[in-house]
């Protein structure tokens, strides 16, 4: 058996939809699709605003813009997540202060926050690992007292909820993922959510290359001209016409991916190795949606020994972050503190396949197959 680490979603209407916008004579942004999109989005969630981007990397890059990040301005953010997270506020010259995760979920440590903040803090960029959700309240509450903006990174959030509130709606700006790996997906591609109205127009004109091109659209101005910076951040109709298509089954989707969730978190919960590996921790504020099933080993090691004999069986499991905090580009650059918990998960967080066409019962062979491992280990150390 071959089992890949992911397989992105078809629903089998993409390329009717795609076809369609290509007839339609209007296939660059901004198009029917797009604004179906939108209105799902917008309707489903509760988002103020929203653009399709062609990734959450840009949905990001225009939050850094939106915010008017200056050289030296600090941005709060944790250690443990994708490189986009950072880089995009590094593009704006801002000094990145990473934040530990907590010690029961690789999310960031809200406690330790308020330490962080200085006079030059002017954003909190927040990543909802795995879909579940950072402390919302707490963080917002902390932000209003600062005045400083908070940012959701939501790249894994689709679909996923803190205390009844769908992510994403909650900071001043949030940014999703519609990469292959996601629970929806387009290839590439991703949005941005704007709840604070302050940045509706702003954000329309920094993702039409610094053009008010929209409000042209709109018969608002006469001619379109350019009025800011900006870049070319939205995505063509067919981008849009195939989100559109997966959009339509995400009840589906969620379904699945929160069964093959449960069958990997109760195969575990039965079996007698919590000593051995730690399983997802959901606070109660929060929803998993099913966007990833991860364990924690003991440590690197373990965690190898379990990827190898998990590939001899043809199962390919993956791992990530590199804490950024110790990554090539940016160690000479971080202040010294010690981040242990993101170098834990570093070290020790082991995800396993979950993608729609998986068996159930195909995760309750991988799931036992570890078991078996872990027991081979304990073993050996006896
Ligand atoms: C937390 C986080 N932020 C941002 C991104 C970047 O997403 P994209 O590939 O859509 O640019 C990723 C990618 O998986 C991610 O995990």
């Not at 379109?224 to 559109?244: K, M, Q």
């Not at 004999?309 to 650059?333: C, D, I, M, P, R």
């Amino acid at each position: 058996m071959t089992i890949p680490f992911n397989k992105p979603f078809i629903s089998g209407n993409e390329l009717k939809y795609i076809e369609l916008a290509v007839h339609s004579g209007k296939i660059s942004g901004d198009g029917m699709y797009t604004k179906k999109c939108h209105s799902f989005f917008q309707t489903q969630y509760g988002f103020k605003n929203c653009l399709l981007t062609t990734s959450c990397t840009d949905a990001l890059e225009m939050s850094a813009i939106l915010l008017d990040i200056q050289p030296g301005d600090e941005v709060i953010m944790p250690s443990f997540t994708f490189v986009s997270t950072a880089n995009a506020f590094e593009l704006r010259g801002a000094k990145i202060i990473f934040a530990d995760s907590r010690p029961d979920h690789p999310g960031m440590d809200e406690s330790i926050l308020k330490k962080l903040i200085t006079s030059k803090t002017k954003a909190i960029v927040v990543v909802h690992y795995a879909g579940v959700a950072t402390d919302m309240d707490l963080i917002m509450n902390l932000a209003n007292d600062h005045g400083i903006f908070v940012v959701e990174d939501a790249a894994h959030c689709i679909d996923s909820f803190y205390k009844g509130k769908a992510l994403g709606s909650i900071g001043h700006l949030a940014a999703f993922s519609f990469h292959e790996t996601k629970n929806i997906q387009c290839g590439e591609g991703g949005m941005l959510v704007i709840n604070d109205e302050q940045f509706f127009t702003r954000a329309e004109i920094i993702r039409e290359k610094g053009t008010n091109r929209s409000s042209f659209f709109r018969g608002e101005v006469d001619k379109y001209g350019w009025v800011d910076i900006g870049s070319s951040f939205l995505p063509s109709e067919i981008t849009a016409a195939f989100l559109f298509a997966q959009l339509e089954n995400l009840n589906k989707i969620q379904e699945k991916r929160k069964a093959i969730w449960n069958v990997y978190n109760e195969t575990f919960s039965k079996s007698d190795l919590v000593e051995n590996i730690k399983l997802p921790f959901i606070p109660d504020f929060a929803t998993q949606n099913g966007h990833m099933f991860y364990v924690t080993c003991r440590n690197l090691t373990e965690r190898q020994f379990l990827i190898n004999n998990l590939k001899q069986e043809g199962v390919y499991a993956a791992f990530h972050y590199q804490s950024l905090h110790q990554s090539t580009y940016f160690k000479q650059k971080h202040d010294g503190r010690k981040l242990e918990w993101s170098d834990y998960y570093t070290d020790t967080l082991l995800r396993l396949p979950l993608y729609f066409e998986l068996e159930l019962s195909q995760a309750a062979i991988i799931a036992q197959s570890i078991i078996t491992s872990i027991h081979q280990i304990n073993n050996q150390l006896v």
